[in-house]
């Protein structure tokens, strides 16, 4: 089984950065596709990002491509979210999930249902 510990968050404000640690432990870290989730008040989860088991591809959300990143260290057992230029409306609680068995495409990875382990969240907040 996967464990995955979260941190980083914080309250920030529009334009700062911000990075978010992912530590997973429990079972082999290198051969999973590990994602970025976040959910706002009132709203539903919705896709972030995506890292194949590799680091060698990415997928991201239109809302954040250009100002998100993100990365791993399999040698450390973790994942990276770099957020630049933040803003309000980023403001949500952010999931790191693993998905274990299935191949990267973005169809697959970008669906919360298709991931097997999930983060206990860490709330991000970006003031005006």
């Known amino acids: 089984q996967v464990q995955l510990v979260e941190s980083g968050g914080g309250l920030v404000q529009a334009g700062d950065s911000l990075r978010l640690s992912c530590a997973a432990s429990?079972?082999?870290?290198?051969?999973?596709?590990m994602g970025w989730f976040r959910q706002a008040p009132g709203k539903e989860r919705e896709f972030v990002t995506a890292?194949?088991?590799?680091?060698?591809?990415?997928y991201h959300a239109d809302s954040v491509k250009g100002r998100f990143t993100i990365s791993r260290d399999n040698a450390r057992n973790t994942a990276y979210l770099q957020m630049n230029s933040l803003k309000p409306e980023d403001t949500a609680v952010y999931y790191c999930?693993?998905?274990?068995?299935?191949?990267?495409?973005?169809?697959?990875?970008?669906?919360?249902?298709?991931?097997?382990?999930w983060g206990q969240g860490t709330q991000v907040t970006v003031s005006s």
């Open positions: 999930a693993a998905d274990v068995a299935d191949l990267f495409l973005v169809r697959i990875a970008s669906n919360q249902d298709e991931y097997d382990y």
């Open positions: 429990g079972r082999t870290f290198s051969s999973y596709v």
């Open positions: 890292i194949n088991w590799s680091g060698s591809s990415a």
